[in-house]
T-cell receptor, first 110, second 113 residues
Framework: GQNIDQPTEMTATEGAIVQINCTYQTSGFNGLFWYQQHAGEAPTFLSYNVLDGLEEKGRFSSFLSRSKGYSYLLLKELQMKDSASYLCAVLSGGYQKVTFGTGTKLQVIP | GAGVSQSPRYKVAKRGQDVALRCDPISGHVSLFWYQQALGQGPEFLTYFQNEAQLDKSGLPSDRFFAERPEGSVSTLKIQRTQQEDSAVYLC???????????FGPGTRLTVL
């Protein structure tokens, strides 16, 4: 089975840096996605990690350690519009099924 | 448009009614996924299609749920004899191949009274 854990809620200040952690236990791991979901909207793709290490994309970076079953999403220079839920999702199995975590609701305050 | 579309966006059904939810994936995308998302939760996998073949339906909660993609493009999720616990947002996603980034539609919010 799959088990994905991430914090339920986080609060951070505008302009600051926040790190959202995700731990997972799965068989047949192939990769890990991060999605952003604003309230009432569909998830949108942020990043995809297959190999260990840090992937940087503008203000957003994502890190993966496959041996530890651990990933984090790093958001820099936070903006109010970054207030959203951030979903960690694991790609696994033969046909590469995606399993989502429950999401971390991030609130950015002035 | 070039994205995934879903219809209807909102559906209110009386308990016991049948509903059909439609998904138009991005043209040419081989893989199509259906998810159920309850308020405050992540999307829960329902079923997966590769072209017209339904390769995994392990997430369908009961035999009242049925999905099809007869021509490998448009997909329909049908829920028979709806129950209040079926109330959720139903998301459809497509990807060019099974391991790629998934593009989500706006979802259908189903409310069963």
């Amino acid at each position: 089975g799959q088990n994905i854990d991430q914090p339920t809620e986080m609060t951070a200040t505008e302009g600051a840096i926040v790190q959202i952690n995700c731990t997972y236990q799965t068989s047949g791991f192939n990769g890990l996605f991060w999605y952003q979901q604003h309230a009432g909207e569909a998830p949108t793709f942020l990043s995809y990690n297959v190999l260990d290490g840090l992937e940087e994309k503008g203000r957003f970076s994502s890190f993966l350690s496959r041996s530890k079953g651990y990933s984090y999403l790093l958001l820099k220079e936070l903006q109010m519009k970054d207030s959203a839920s951030y979903l960690c999702a694991v790609l696994s199995g033969g046909y590469q099924k995606v399993t989502f975590g429950t999401g971390t609701k991030l609130q950015v305050i002035p | 448009g070039a994205g995934v579309s879903q219809s209807p966006r909102y559906k209110v059904a009386k308990r016991g009614q049948d509903v059909a939810l439609r998904c138009d994936p991005i043209s040419g995308h081989v893989s199509l996924f259906w998810y159920q998302q309850a308020l405050g939760q992540g999307p829960e996998f329902l079923t997966y299609f590769q072209n017209e073949a339904q390769l995994d339906k392990s997430g369908l909660p009961s035999d009242r749920f049925f999905a099809e993609r007869p021509e490998g493009s448009v997909s329909t999720l049908k829920i028979q004899r709806t129950q209040q616990e079926d109330s959720a947002v139903y998301l459809c996603a497509s990807s060019s191949t099974s391991g790629d980034e998934q593009f989500f539609g706006p979802g259908t919010r189903l409310t069963v009274l």
